[in-house]
Nanobody
């Protein structure tokens, strides 16, 4: 059974940085069509923050472009999200996800099949 475990969240002041990690285990897949990061705040829908396609192309939400960078280490089966110049509006629960179907886009939650439990990011002003 595929397990995704996020780490690296925490409390940071505005302007600070965090690096989230997502370790994948228990899977039989050598690659995924999509790997991505989503965030959710209470009362709002989960939104795609950053995603990477199997071919290597990346996509970012407009609100994080230029500040967040998604990357992956295939050997370590780990997905990363480097977040810089954090803002209070970046606060939320961050989830990593992987998708095994070649449909959709990397920022669309419906393209994903497996999800982690989330890690909380809180940015203070």
């Amino acid at each position: 059974q595929v397990q995704l475990v996020e780490s690296g969240g925490g409390l940071v002041q505005a302007g600070g940085s965090l690096r989230l990690s997502c370790t994948i285990s228990g899977d039989q897949y050598t690659s995924y069509w999509f790997m991505g990061w989503f965030r959710q705040v209470p009362g709002k829908e989960r939104e795609g923050v950053a995603g990477v396609h199997m071919a290597g192309s990346t996509a970012y939400a407009d609100s994080v472009k230029g500040r967040f960078t998604i990357s992956r280490d295939k050997a370590k089966k780990t997905l990363y999200l480097q977040m810089m110049n954090l803002k209070p509006e970046d606060t939320g629960m961050y989830y990593c996800a992987t998708g095994i179907r070649p449909y959709g886009t990397s920022l669309d939650s419906s393209a994903y099949d497996f999800w982690g439990q989330g890690t909380q990011v809180t940015v203070s002003s």
